[in-house]
């Protein structure tokens, strides 16, 4: 059977919606016009990576933040007033100490004109790109390390240019756990809950402004762990026979993880995540679960919005924003990642429960008590 042909990236002209080109990323957002994309979600190549299918070889941490800080530059152009950036990002230990270049790029994003003089770069703009929130993803599992605390937690940055960010709050909610009901059902001394400003007033006890559950669900958790994400469900896939799902490759080993869906949410309100990735090109590995993409995109934008990943790889953020019925684009360096991420989308869905559930859901019916696992691969 003959290879699929891939979209290469033009040197000019109009790049179109629900695409993924082959190319340069950095060089491909050139060709999209100011506040165009509604949200940018992306987990970029790791600092001092190996090999990278498409020719790259990864930079070393004191030079990683020089070289992402122009896509960030050309992320804050595009991106609507009203969108948002989220970062999946993770940093590393070098020579027995853990390096801050994670750090280095909030500060750079904040500080570019001082930071850009500081390093004789190019003067680069940021468009107001500001933290908005910083979040924990809670992979699961970790490659011990006989004199090093598990790493198992890799940083999710939620970016925006405005207060006016579309930010879906009820979309993300949690469950409460049995704990948290029954101290709503206790008589109250003193509790203090955030106004929407940074103000705090008191619970009152009985009446109006009492605490009592929210009937969506308890307000979401800053750690994204395995467990309690289990209300998003996960986009089924008809992968090919011999499709293996694996983890982070971390040196010479490899996590093998297969992520599952229970009966009951994880009693707690911190949302959970397990890590998960499938090898479905050559040697392509990236730790990127597809709900953590879905929660994203249900919690930032609305149907018809566009989702970009400039670094797609294999394609899980096209396939989760089509199954949300959002248009998306993309870019890969590795031609390779692109003809099985335009499979992937092709094949799709996989996509017929998810919105089933999210119909259902958005109708007031309520979801069954038990879900049949899903196998993948």
Known sequence: ???????????????????????????????????????????????????????????????????????????????????????????????????????????????????????????????????FERLFWNKGKYLAHPSRFGDKVEYVFWFSKTKERKFFIDKMRLEYDKKSVKRMERPLLKRFVRGNGEEVSEYKQGGEGSWAPNELGALPSCLIEEGAMLHVKPVVENLPEGTVLIGEVLDDFALFTQPSEGEAPHPSTIVNIGSESRRIASNHVAVYPERLVNYFIQGSTEKGDVVLDPFMGTGTTAVVAKALDRRYIGFDISADYVRTAMDRIDAGPYLKELKENIKNREAGIEPPKKTKQTKLG
């Open 1 to 131: 059977m003959a290879k699929r042909r891939v979209k290469k990236l033009p040197k000019k002209g109009e790049l179109d919606f629900d695409n993924i080109y082959h190319g340069d990323s950095f060089e491909g957002m050139k060709l999209l016009k100011d506040n165009s994309i509604d949200l940018v979600i992306t987990s970029p190549p790791y600092a001092d990576m190996k090999v990278y299918d498409g020719g790259f070889g990864g930079f070393h941490p004191d030079k990683y933040v020089e070289w992402f800080l122009k896509y960030v530059s050309e992320i804050s152009r595009i991106l609507k007033p009203e969108g948002s950036f989220i970062l999946n990002i993770n940093d590393k230990s070098k020579d027995g100490f853990r390096h801050t270049f994670v750090f280095e790029l909030i500060f750079a994003i904040h500080n570019i004109d001082d930071y850009c003089k500081i390093k004789g770069m190019e003067p680069l703009e940021m468009n107001g790109l500001k933290l």
